[in-house]
T-cell receptor, first 110, second 115 residues
């Protein structure tokens, strides 16, 4: 089993839709979690951190489920500009080595 | 806004040539990462440094790749000799790890093509 797994998609949704991605991780000692966004041929950019209590930033909500070892990202009221690849990152405790998922592709169409 | 700076942005060269990529991490960050990204493999961690000391380079082909951090403001990744299969985007990222909760920030990347 890969350390961090994501459904590659693509998720093809209309504007205004709500879409959710999950990311599973295998190391139960993982300590920190993040979602990054990557546009085509650009660098990954931090979207949001994922806290144990969950967190929300505008239309984006991230949650952590330690018992089932996954994190999720919910995007409400999708915009065309949300089209990108969303990467989850899991940081293992102790060594603090980040592991990236392969990413989930989102396409928002008019 | 503080940024990670990578040079060059693009590099095209013939196989067998030496390639050097440079990275200036964000001031105050104590950890520097080198990644390679291809369509087939996604984002691969090649090497990383903490407080300038190399901690892990197990993702890097040792026979041709080398990573160094001669001072706190410069990290380098060298390929010698380069091969066509090294064509990829190489990203440098920096972060501060003291409690594990700080995210890393990426440079714009070096787009490398080996002919």
């Amino acid at each position: 089993r890969k350390e961090v797994e994501q459904d590659p998609g693509p998720f093809n949704v209309p504007e205004g839709a709500t879409v959710a991605f999950n990311c599973t991780y295998s190391n139960s000692a993982s300590q920190s979690f993040f979602w990054y966004r990557q546009d085509c041929r650009k660098e990954p950019k931090l979207l949001m951190s994922v806290y144990s209590s969950g967190n929300e930033d505008g239309r984006f909500t991230a949650q952590l489920n330690r018992a089932s070892q996954y994190i999720s990202l919910l995007i409400r009221d999708s915009k065309l500009s949300d089209s990108a690849t969303y990467l989850c990152v899991v940081v293992s405790g102790g060594s603090y080595i980040p592991t990236f998922g392969r990413g989930t592709s989102l396409i928002v169409h008019p | 806004d503080a940024r990670v700076t990578q040079t060059p942005r693009h590099k095209v060269t013939e196989m067998g040539q030496e390639v050097t990529m440079r990275c200036q991490p964000i001031l105050g960050h104590n950890t520097v990462f080198w990644y390679r990204q291809t369509m087939m493999q996604g984002l691969e961690l090649l090497a990383y440094f903490r407080n300038r000391a190399p901690l892990d380079d197990s993702g890097m082909p040792k026979d041709r790749f080398s990573a160094e951090m001669p001072d706190a403001t410069l990290a380098t990744l060298k390929i010698q000799p380069s091969e066509p299969r090294d064509s990829a985007v190489y990203f440098c990222a920096s972060g501060f790890y003291g409690g594990g909760d700080q995210p890393q920030h990426f440079g714009d990347g070096t787009r490398l093509s080996i002919l």
